[in-house]
């Protein structure tokens, strides 16, 4: 299936996994609708991505927090940009690695408004016209994380496992129309998500790629792209991926 023309919109573009996943679908010539809070960085992704072969981009601020903001954003798209065809819920973020006792409640409400609440705003506001027009894809961003947990990671990882939970009701809810639905689930990418986790702490972010060949954000966007490109009667319902240094969320390999 060819990506020429289609428009895609894809979430927390700004960044990491987003921004290479822009420019990977940039590269099979679509029209790219992207959003995130930092627009200065999502600027730089847009002109990298008309360069990379982008049909058009049009991009917007959006915290996909805000419910308002989503439902108003998805409605007053202009018309050349409405028809969405593929949708990556890619925004998402950890906050914090610690015991689930002695957790902070603001991380806690912070991932679970983004990675669980903001995937389902934006897919409500989106998926209705995919089924109107009879077309569409939805992918999310799901985790190692999602299938097994891992200690001091509770609320990250429960928000992953509610992604698999709500992608899987989706493609349920989906039968009978041909809109599809994949979760696509990355070990250890580099990204800023470690920053992120730790409040901007570099040196805290730093170990968790030290003595390992972690995943690249391209890794993770050729998976997307695969799964968009492949024939339309095919629903690639899920794609785990790790580095070979990583067997799963708890299993790694460092070599020193
Ligand atoms: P980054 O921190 O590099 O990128 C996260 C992106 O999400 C940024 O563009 C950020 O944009 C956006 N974002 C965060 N919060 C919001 C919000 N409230 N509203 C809109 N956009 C938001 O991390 P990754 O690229 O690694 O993460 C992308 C996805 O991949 C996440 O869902 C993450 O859980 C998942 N993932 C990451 C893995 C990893 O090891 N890195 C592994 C498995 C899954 P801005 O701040 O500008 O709004
Ligand atoms: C991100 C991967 O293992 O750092 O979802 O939580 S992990």
Redo the contacts with the bound molecule.
């Keep these: 299936m060819t990506l020429k023309g289609k428009i895609v919109f894809v979430?927390?573009?700004?960044?990491?996994?987003?921004?290479a996943t822009a420019l990977a679908f940039a590269a099979e010539g679509a029209r790219l609708l992207l959003?995130?809070?930092?627009m200065d960085?999502?600027a730089t992704v847009a002109e990298a991505a008309l360069q990379r072969g982008a049909e058009a981009v049009h991009t917007f601020s959006?915290?996909?927090?805000n419910r308002n903001a989503v439902k108003h954003a998805i409605e007053k798209l202009p018309a050349e940009w409405a028809a969405i065809d593929v949708l990556v819920n890619?925004?998402?973020?950890?906050r914090g690695l610690e015991k689930l006792y002695q957790g902070n409640i603001d991380d806690w409400d912070e991932m679970i408004?983004?990675?669980v609440k903001?995937l389902l705003y934006v897919t409500r506001s989106v998926v209705p016209g995919m089924v109107e027009r009879g077309r569409g894809h939805v992918i999310n961003?799901?985790?190692?994380?999602g299938e097994m947990t891992y200690p001091n990671g509770a609320v990250?990882c429960a928000s992953?496992a509610a992604e698999h939970s709500i992608n899987d009701g989706l493609r349920m809810d989906m039968l009978g129309t041909p809109i599809r639905v994949t979760s696509v689930?990355?070990?250890?990418?580099?990204?800023?998500?470690?920053?992120?986790r730790f409040h901007g702490n570099q040196e805290q972010a730093a170990k968790v790629y030290k003595n390992i060949t972690?995943?690249t954000?391209k890794d993770?966007a050729d998976a997307i792209v695969w799964a968009a490109t492949r024939p339309e009667h095919v629903n690639i319902a899920r794609i785990g991926l790790t580095t070979v240094n990583q067997a799963n969320s708890l299993l790694f390999h460092r070599t020193a």
Excluded: C
């Excluded at 959006?62 to 927090?65: C, G, Q, Y």
């Design positions: 979430t927390g573009a700004s960044s990491g996994i987003g921004a959003a995130a809070r930092r960085k999502l959006l915290d996909v927090r890619n925004a998402g973020l950890s408004d983004t990675n903001g961003l799901g985790s190692v994380a990250y992953k689930d990355p070990g250890m990418v580099e990204t800023e998500f470690s920053l992120v972690p995943l954000p993770v």
